[in-house]
Nanobody
Framework: QVRLVESGGGLVQPGGSLRLSCEVS????????MAWYRQAPGKQRELVAS???????RCSDSVKGRFTLSSDGASNSVYLQMNAMVTEDTAIYSC???????????????WGQGTQVTVSQ
């Protein structure tokens, strides 16, 4: 099974930057497209950025132009560079991926434990 571990969260001032990492480990046959979600207090979880089939990337309108999604093909790690951060970016950020345990397995979703991002003076 895929193990996802997020890191890089913390406290940052408005206008500052953070870089989140999602390290991939575990035993699996195949890992599929990955994405970053976030959930702010009292709000629903929302998709922040994701890879799409074919390798394209998409960011939500609220972060477009400020956040950049990238990946390391060798390690299957994904990163989220967050710039020009605003207080509304405060949330727990989670990495997710789909995977196949074996060739004949069904695709399953996997989630990391999340990393806290707080944007405040």
């Amino acid at each position: 099974q895929v193990r996802l571990v997020e890191s890089g969260g913390g406290l940052v001032q408005p206008g500052g930057s953070l870089r989140l990492s999602c390290e991939v480990s575990g035993s699996f046959y195949r890992i599929g497209p990955m994405a970053w979600y976030r959930q702010a207090p009292g709000k629903q979880r929302e998709l922040v950025a994701s890879f799409l089939s074919g390798g394209s990337r998409r960011c939500s309108d609220s972060v477009k132009g400020r956040f950049t999604l990238s990946s390391d093909g060798a390690s299957n790690s994904v990163y989220l560079q967050m710039n020009a951060m605003v207080t509304e970016d405060t949330a727990i950020y989670s990495c997710t991926a789909i995977s196949l345990t074996t060739r004949s397995s069904a695709w399953t979703s996997n989630w990391g434990q999340g990393t806290q991002v707080t944007v405040s003076q």
